[in-house]
């Protein structure tokens, strides 16, 4: 409803819509392999860990079941919101939800948004300081949807909270995935 009063414009950048919407910006004018080996690359960089891999049965069952992803794609879509093909940035968007990591490495690759938008291991700065500041009000605010707040009161730490529950504060769950990194799938907060 918020996005039909909004002209398909999403409030919560950590939400579905505005997730599709990134997926259309990171795709630009390449072709959903190229746009998703940059993202891979980048992940691998920022975590220090080159075996991260998408996991391939996580993202065809995103596709497979994915109407309502498709549905705000192409609601976006109809305001002007997207400019590439619906299922390209659907391509895009699918993959970029199965990245399979540890939570060490999920930690590792976010580890610049708490030093000093730097690497910690080769100084190498990654942000500006505004961009991670930007950030981190986004995940204070928005990151838990509606118990941002709660977490943040009960912990004092920016966070994201995913579909896989795959964030700081997580633990493994025992199980592999296809890459042999720990499933985030079934992790819980305690």
Known sequence: MQLERENGIPRNPFINAAAIVVADVVL??????????????LVR??????????????????????ERNRALGHFMRAYGNLVNPVEAVLQVYFNQCALAMS???LARAGLFLAADVRDPETQ??????????????????CGHYDASGDFAFRTGLP???AWAVGYWRSRRSGQRSRCGHQSLMTTAIR
Do not use: F, H, W, Y
């Not at 991260?52 to 065809?60: F, S, W």
């Not at 190498?124 to 986004?138: D, G, K, S, T």
């Open 28 to 41: 630009g004018q390449r072709d959903a392999r190229a746009a998703l080996a940059e993202l891979l690359q």
């Open 159 to 161: 966070a994201r909270a």
């Open 124 to 141: 190498q700065v990654i942000v500006n300081p505004a961009r991670a500041r930007r950030i981190n009000a986004l995940m204070l605010t």
């Open 103 to 105: 939570c060490a490495q």
């Open 45 to 66: 960089k920022l975590a220090a860990d080159n075996s991260i891999c998408i996991d391939t049965e996580v993202a065809q069952s995103e596709a497979s079941t994915g």
